[in-house]
């Protein structure tokens, strides 16, 4: 029972880990098509990665940066009315809060045009965009599109598609050489950058690789503890001893066993990467009818724990692998192995699901590292006991506990299927399910899962204890305790153990939480030249040379804050993380804070306005200025991205991205501000 606890915890409070990189995740191609003999069509037609949205010319102010289309004025055309653009897909954005319409995967844009000349001739044009994802906004860039237009042919169809700028490829930034062949000049010939860091980071993949390894490892040991698996360690151990001459051939067996049971499941994982890909499942994340479809399953995987009903796959096909693990050698036990899936799926078919979509949604190795997680540990007690029969003497005896586990795994399951709604009514802005009723939901299951464990309700398949063990009393004052902490937030406490389950504390019928009156708080405190209040009433400059000599003046270190106007992670993290007491008391108190907007449209003066050493345009807005400087010096173009720094512009520690964790970027802050003393 102890194991379940870890499993509720590891669940509850797992997190995806950002990792920084350089991203390009649209290509625009061009074409022409004749109407009539003197009208064209000029296609656009724009390629988004999965994962991606690109926004509507049309969004309203306050909002994101809508695409923009300009044209090249010449004597050889003449526009003819607007561009047009397609239907795409509308939503009532949460942290916006309007009506914004956007694009995935592909788009296309038509803008018609009458020719006058009757030569050949090529039209320049610029489109301005803006894309995001779930976890980053990029900052508006342009690209140029051409066009060539030839009245003398009948129809014409040349397509070409805009190359992507060598510079902005993923680029090593341990790889000086890479850096020079981009066409990007070395950091200490940038203009106020001589003492940028050079420190190489370490990727942060991995660990969000180890994350989704030990929490399916230890999702695989709770499906042990069910009454579909649990039995049957014994009863094939027993097997593979009795149908072995040798105790060595016994284990040999059962090894082989264990491992076809991983080699099932990691099959799973890649059945379900090749059917839907990585990136789909993660485009689907934020999907309203995906999280009401995953809502219902987990629903019904619940009941069917609880003891409504089971869920079984077909009996001929059980029948059909059975009598194949009749047969001998390495084929018998494979077999075996594939009974075991089948017949377990009552119980491990709930847990497997929620795994490989979590997995799925990390993409990449995500999904064959889970499975070998959960498969490991459902493999390991049958080698371990082949191997060491006299162990099972010390096995708990299969009984009523068993079934208890299965409730147990049954309440959980049921508290997750609520966030999936939450996340629909979020998206929808329904306010059908805010904070408070969230919680109060939270509370219900959890309670009536504490009276469960205190023996004081009965379910269906369960039989009627004479005591409960010291186990079973000390994980209900467990549910209980985690209960009890749960009811101030419906008076707005923050919740930080739960922090990402339920909804933000704006969405809720008092956003500020009973007796909070800090929205209307004033402050006499005289500003420094240059400055302003950011978030949570804190000093913040919005101009780097200003911002690096207050700080030199001050003797404090510096933390640059990558971010937008648009950047719905920032905001995320300003309301959700900034928000806490001692980060807002650091950020305060020990930092010098320089917030550099990359969506900044503001024009720089002329005298400023110099060429990109990326793409080779020219920089004409304050926001291109700082999103040059953090794609050349730090080596990505995602906002939120938060650094440490010292007066001469060398990092204190590594970099920071999206991080919703408040303990975690708390200590991030404290290690740089302490590396600076």
Known sequence: MNKNVFFVSVLLLCSIMAKAQIYNPIKWKTSVEKISETEYELQIKANIENGWHLYSQNVADGGPSPTHFSFSKSSDFQLLGEVKEEKGKTI???????????????????????????????????????????????????????????PTEKKIAEEKQTEVPAALIKIDSSNGKEIEEAGILPIEKLPHLKKASKKKFPKQNLDSLWTIFILSFFSGFAALLTPCVFPMIPMTVSFFTKQSKTKSQGIKKAVFYGIFIITIYIF??????????????????????????FFILLMVFACSFLGAFEIILPNTLANKVDSQADKGGLVGIFFMALALAIVSFSCTGPIVGTLLVEAA?????????????????????????????????????????????????????????????????????????ERETFLAIWIAIFAVLAFYLFGKIQLPHDSQPLHISVGRLGLGILVLSFTIYLIPGLFGAPLKMISGFPPPLNYSEIPNGLGNNSGSDQTSEILPEGA??????????????????????????????????????????EDNVWSDKKVQQMLKNDVVLISLYVDDKRELPQNEQTISQLTGKKIKYIGQK??????????????????????????????????????????WLKEGISNFK
């Open 92 to 150: 009532d954005d949460p942290v916006f809060k309007m009506s914004i319409k956007f694009f995935e995967k592909e788009t296309a844009f038509k803008q018609r045009i009458k020719a006058i000349s009757q030569k050949p001739f090529s039209i320049k044009a610029e489109v301005e965009f803006m894309v995001c994802n779930d976890e980053n906004c990029l900052p508006p860039t342009y690209d140029e599109l051409n066009f060539t237009v030839n």
């Open 268 to 293: 799973l994982g890649a059945v379900v990467t090749w059917a839907f890909g990585a990136d789909s499942l993660n485009g689907l994340s934020t999907n309203v009818w995906f999280n009401l479809i």
């Open 361 to 433: 949604s990390r993409g990449g190795l995500a999904p064959f590292i889970g499975m070998f997680g959960f498969s490991l540990a459902l493999a390991l007690p049958f080698t371990l006991f082949a191997a060491f029969p006299g162990w099972l003497n010390s096995l708990p005896k299969s009984g009523g506990w068993l079934n208890s586990v299965k409730v147990f795994l049954g309440f959980l399951e049921m508290a997750l299927a609520f966030k999936f709604l939450s996340n629909a009514d979020l998206v929808l802005q329904l306010h059908w399910l």
């Open 532 to 573: 302003e209040f950011g978030p949570h009433k804190i000093i913040a400059f919005t101009d780097y040379e200003k911002g690096m000599a207050f700080a030199k003046k001050a003797g404090k270190p510096v933390m640059l804050d990558f971010t937008g106007h648009a950047c719905v992670n920032c905001r995320k993290m």
């Open 626 to 667: 700082w999103s040059e400087f953090q794609t050349i010096v730090y080596k990505t173009n995602a906002q939120p991205f938060y650094v440490l720094i010292n007066k001469t512009g060398e990092s204190l520690n590594e970099p920071s991205a999206y991080n919703p964790d408040i303990e975690s970027y708390f200590n």
